[in-house]
């Protein structure tokens, strides 16, 4: 027989529960010793990473420099337009061709004098060495020509005046040589005569002969002791005469070549300010072939019939840079501007090319408006000046194109926070109001 107690079937399953739970204590240990380590290097995690703070903004990109103005220089009338809008150029590209007839022309003439002048400036050196002038076998025949008979003449006239100068020379020596024989055979004579004057002065002293006889003798010696005079005098003057033609000879020639160095100085000046002009006319053709500036895009072209008469300074084409450093203009919240400064880095996404396929391009603030500006909406924003460093974007071999005027994201990276400030922002702002509320 079985006695079965109500104190003794309590205590026993007392002591089952107690198992039970010791059991499952042991079970559990491990598993919330596991969760604490998880939530402990979560938390250590959180207290040391850190999440970049960034201000994003929309924007356009825009060149540095402003848009180029393609202006003539003068008025003209257009005859070619080599461009259309959207055109990529280069620099040095033929954009429009302003008519030169009258440019060319100008420009022909003075080519022309110039040559002439250089041929006149050959002929004038030659002239002053004493030598046969020698041309370019490509200069004009008719200039070439022309010089080579004003050469010839020149020298024909030399040769005419030398020859006077000569035949001068010639007849006053022959003059002297003539004089200085009449000196020689009127010595002769007065020789005689002295002799036969003293003869018959010893026949007068005898009176062999009457007083008249003598003194006529007398006179015919003394008129050739004149005549000795005379012609002894001339002697000087004829000398003097050779000498003044031999100056004359000499300084013919030497005044030629004086003269022809002074046309040359004077030809010489003249080259100098038809070069001169000559630079101001090959300018003033090739003004007449508008270039481009710069690489970039032609954005606007205004003139767009063949014909058209263009006045000086008036804009005919409006180019877009590409070269330049490209700046990114982004819109920033009012809100927003307190933490961002110059020199602060910025990622910037363009709208037109898939930011997860071709990535983005960096850049670094530049400058940040002084005071907010309204868009139509009435939204104010700031203007944050961002500098690009690349104007392409590339995938692989391939090269994208950024040009002005693309819509970008600009996320400006304003400094960092731990992910535990950020879990712990919301609660800290909330305690933070929760005490300033009534």
Partial sequence: MTFHSPALDEAFANDIRGALDARRQTSLAPLIGVVVLLIGAFLAWAATAELEEVTTGMGQVMPTSQMQLVQPFEAGIVRDIAVAEGDVVEAGDVLLVIDDTDARSTLGELQERQQALAMQQIRLLAEARGQQPVFPADSAPDIVEGELQLYEARQLALAQQIGVVSEQLQQRTFERDELLLQIEETEASIGFLERELELNRRLYDRGAIGEVEFLRRERAAA??????????????????????????????????????????????????????????????????????????????????????????????????????????????????????????????????????????????????????????????????????EDNRLRDGAEVLPIIPGMVVTADILTGSKTVLDYLLNPVTRARNEALRER
Avoid: C, H, W
């Avoid at 300010?273 to 003004?287: F, G």
């Avoid at 180019?319 to 203009?329: A, F, M, R, S, T």
């Avoid at 090319?353 to 005071?371: F, H, K, M, N, P």
């Fill in 223 to 388: 008129n050739e002791q004149r005549a000795m005079a005379v012609l002894r005098a001339g002697v000087p003057r004829t000398e003097a005469a050779i000498e003044e033609s031999r100056r004359q000879l000499a300084n013919i020639d030497i005044q030629f070549r004086a003269e022809a160095r002074q046309e040359l100085t004077a030809v010489i000046a003249d080259l100098a300010v038809i070069d001169q002009s000559l630079r101001s006319a090959l300018e003033r053709v090739e003004r007449t072939r508008m270039r481009a500036p710069v690489r970039g895009i032609v954005n606007a072209l205004p003139v767009t019939t063949l014909g058209a008469v263009i006045r000086p300074g008036e804009s005919v084409v409006e180019i877009v840079p590409l070269d330049d450093q490209l700046l990114v203009e982004a819109e920033v919240r009012p809100q927003d501007i307190a933490f961002i400064s110059a020199g602060q880095d910025a990622s910037v996404k363009l709208t037109a090319y898939d930011y997860t396929v071709y990535g983005d391009l960096s850049g670094v603030v530049e400058r940040i408006s002084a005071d907010t500006f309204e868009d139509e909406q009435g939204n104010t924003f700031y203007r944050v000046i961002i500098g690009l």
